[in-house]
């Protein structure tokens, strides 16, 4: 097996948390990980998130922000907790980021300075958070379930010539959750801060940028993409679509432009560790700072092939090795942390969704055994019920508070649970196909997230995609930065090698479950489940 040097760190910024895994970059293996739950880590109290939506409460429908001082204490938190789990902190030879897709906080004046602060000789003691007081220009980091900007987004698509003009452009349809229409959003509805914004930085570069200690390090093309501002093809800011966005705005397109990053492949090296993080937690000084991509693009390292995160949002990620783009704007054209391309459709209403369902239902959001228990007790395919709650992308449907029941069953828990559970794997797939050409049926499909340590969910999702499901395991952003990372450390000629023999061995042993033939019949049949649930949507939806 080729081998990379010492060891590495994946961290990755979440909706709901921020997780890190140090892996050994050269046989792959797992030596230690941490996952901090905004709700639930006492460090991380008092920031003015909603217990429930995990975003600051809004001041109109639709708007999805999160404190952008949160993602700053979660890292001292973590590297806290690593330093005092007495891993060797000397060793990590590199460490590569993911942070959620679209996300993004704007810098003000001063954040030039404090960032650059973190390389003077003292100051070691002060938490992280303390110290960058007063870098934002703008109090919320607004987050991809971000969806008060349909007016926005659709002038955009008229100015850069109408929708497949768009998508020939950049891959994708301009989604209300992608960050050019809410640069143009905030810059309307909030000029001030938009004035006084200096560098827009995108969540996954917000964390390096801090560990660099440089708050104007590039950012990856592949997270670029999810701005709706970059040449897909091309891999460079579209003068067409700067202007698209801002031609109007304070500054015009040359405002904007000047406070975007420069674009860089994901596993370029952007700067080495801060003074303040060798000092504090005793990093190598030589410990490269990586630029870092999305959590889609850094889950998707982990599988050679297709891939479905059944995270926060579910997201179903299908290779596209010829670089194709899909003309219907369904699906979204990005880049893995590899830089790979692929497609993807990316669902609003994930595991978050069901552990509200949960709670509706008088139980506790992590109650797990019970969303099992209701699952194998209910037939799959038997209930048809849709839920919600936010504004759905993917496919795309408007926001309904209440769950709509279209089977003779009870109205409890079992049946709306398993219910839900069926209708949302069952338009990831209905509507994946669409995007993307078919895989083989002896083709596995790899799955990541929380959901899938599910059996029922796994059998589930064999049945429908009518392929071997393999358990991905749930560390998936942080461990795809963490493996990207050992990649970006082997000379380049090696890194297919790397990747692959990586993965290889961190799945070695990974649970693989066939799709039950007579599950898969009650789905796919002429007239089954899945017929009756697109034409259930369908008029769900007209």
Not at 121 to 130: N, P, Q
Not at 366 to 395: C, N, Q
Not at 459 to 467: D, G, I, K, S
Request: hydrophobic share 45%.
């Amino acid at each position: 097996m080729p081998t990379a040097a010492r060891t590495t760190l994946g961290l990755d910024a979440s909706t709901q948390s921020l997780s890190a895994v140090l892996l050994d970059a050269a046989t792959g293996e797992t030596l230690w990980s941490r996952s901090l739950a905004y709700r639930d880590d006492p460090r991380l109290a008092g920031y003015g998130f909603e217990h429930d939506t995990l975003i600051i409460p809004p001041r109109e429908p639709g708007e999805a922000e999160q404190p952008p001082r949160l993602f700053v204490a979660a890292l001292g938190a973590i590297l806290d907790d690593l330093r005092d789990s007495g891993r060797d902190v000397a060793a990590i030879a590199a460490i590569n980021t993911s942070g959620q897709q679209h996300g993004h906080v704007y810098l003000g004046d001063a954040a030039e300075p404090l960032f650059r602060g973190l390389h003077a000789a003292d100051g070691a003691g002060r938490a992280l958070v303390s110290r960058l007081d007063g870098a934002f220009a703008y109090g919320g980091a607004p987050i991809w379930k971000t969806a008060n900007t349909a007016d926005e987004a659709e002038h955009i698509r008229a100015r850069a010539g109408g929708r497949a003009a768009l998508i020939a452009r950049t891959g994708s349809d301009m989604p209300l959750r992608f960050s050019g229409a809410i640069h143009r959003k905030l810059a309307g509805r909030y000029p001030a801060a938009y004035a006084a914004t200096r560098r827009i930085v995108q969540l996954s570069s917000l964390v390096p940028a801090l560990l660099a200690g440089d708050c104007a390090i590039p950012l990856d093309f592949g997270n670029a993409c999810g701005t709706g501002l970059m040449n897909y093809r091309a891999r460079a800011w579209d003068a067409a679509m700067l202007d698209a966005a801002a031609h109007d705005l304070p500054g015009g397109p040359g405002a904007l432009a000047a406070k975007l990053p420069p674009l860089v492949h994901p596993l370029a090296v952007v700067g080495r560790i801060a003074r303040y993080f060798q000092e504090r937690y005793g990093f190598d000084p030589e410990c490269r700072i990586l630029a870092g991509s999305g959590d889609n693009p850094q889950t998707k390292v982990l599988a050679g092939g297709d891939l479905l995160s059944l995270g926060t949002s579910f997201v179903f990620m299908i290779s596209t090795p010829d670089g194709g783009v899909d003309p219907t704007g369904a699906a979204n054209a990005m880049y893995d942390g590899l830089g790979r391309p692929f497609n993807f459709g990316c669902r609003t209403n994930g595991a978050l969704t069901w552990d509200r369902l949960r709670r509706f239902h008088g139980l506790a959001a992590v109650d797990h055994a019970a969303g099992e228990a209701a699952l194998a007790a209910t037939g799959a395919g038997s209930r048809l019920r849709f839920w919600h709650p936010d504004a759905e992308s993917f496919p795309v449907i408007a926001a309904n508070p209440e769950i709509v029941r279209l089977d003779e069953g009870p109205a409890d828990f079992a049946g709306d649970y398993a219910g839900v559970v069926d209708s949302a794997l069952g338009l990831v797939y209905r509507y994946g196909k669409k995007i993307g050409k078919a895989a083989p049926a002896d083709d596995p499909i790899s799955v990541c997230g929380g959901p899938s340590a599910s059996p029922e969910i796994m059998r589930r999702v064999a049945a429908l995609w009518n392929r071997p499901a393999v358990r991905a395991g749930q560390a998936g952003a942080a461990l795809g930065a963490a493996v990207a990372a050992a990649v970006g450390l082997a000379p380049e000629e090696s890194r297919d090698a790397v990747a692959a023999a990586l993965r290889s061995a961190i799945l070695a042993g990974a649970a693989v479950i066939a799709p039950d033939a007579e599950l898969a019949r009650r789905y796919h049949a002429p007239g089954g489940f899945l017929d009756r649930l697109e034409t259930a949507f369908e008029e769900l939806r007209r």
